[in-house]
């Protein structure tokens, strides 16, 4: 079957570097998104990944492994609007996204 | 409007009533795409439709049915609504199927099967 396993909550504190980490088994691979969601709001876009490395926008940075099945999201600078869950959603053979249940990150001051 | 719009934001339906979710975009794109959102799991996809006249079955399709009449419509109906059924629905699209593209999220709708 195919699976995305990411941790369900996390904690960190405001002006923090926090790493949300994603591994997946999915019946091939066409590239891997990050998503960003607030309580009770749609998901919005934050990164994709298709090749191996590090994609940096901003305070954001995305990592892919193909090999190893693994990418994580890297936030820098948290400010207390980056609370929220961070959603990893994997690409497969039939270009259909499977997605993990999602990381709800919490900022403290 | 710009984007994606759903109606209604949110809704409590009788079990065994039918019910239509709308889903509107006046962004051109071909692929449209509706999902279920349950606490402790991930968006799993009921139905997609990669361009106007054309439809597919996703991951969880059973109890639901959609059509793709036009580029910019592309309404869920449940036929006769479960208790089971009760999650928040997003209606999503991207320019096109596969590669790199984007899916672009509605604001969610609330449905609740009692």
């Known amino acids: 079957g195919q699976n995305i396993d990411q941790p369900t909550e996390m904690t960190a504190t405001e002006g923090a570097i926090v790493q949300i980490n994603c591994t997946y088994q999915t019946s091939g691979f066409n590239g891997l998104f990050w998503y960003q969601q607030h309580a009770g709001e749609a998901p919005t876009f934050l990164s994709y990944n298709v ?6 926008k901003g305070r954001f940075s995305s990592f892919l492994s193909r090999s190893k099945g693994y990418s994580y999201l ?6 207390m609007k980056d609370s929220a869950s961070y959603l990893c959603a994997v690409r497969d053979s039939n270009y259909q996204l499977i997605w993990g249940a999602g990381t709800k990150l919490i900022i403290k001051p | 409007i710009a984007g994606i719009t759903q109606a209604p934001t949110s809704q409590i339906l009788a079990a065994g009533r039918r019910m239509t979710l709308r889903c509107t975009q006046d962004m051109r794109h071909n692929a449209m795409y509706w999902y279920r959102q349950d606490l402790g799991l991930g968006l799993r996809l009921i139905h997609y439709s990669n361009t106007a006249g054309t439809t597919g079955k996703g991951e969880v399709p059973d109890g639901y049915s959609v059509s793709r009449a036009n580029t910019d419509d592309f309404p869920l109906t449940l ?3 479960v208790p089971s059924q009760t999650s928040v629905y997003f209606c999503a699209s991207s320019p096109k199927a596969g590669g790199q593209e984007t899916q672009y999220f509605g604001p969610g709708t609330r449905l609740l099967v009692l």
């Open chain 2, 79 to 81: 036929a006769s609504a």
């Open chain 1, 51 to 56: 090749l191996d490395g590090l994609e940096e």
């Open chain 1, 74 to 79: 890297l936030l820098k600078e948290l400010q």
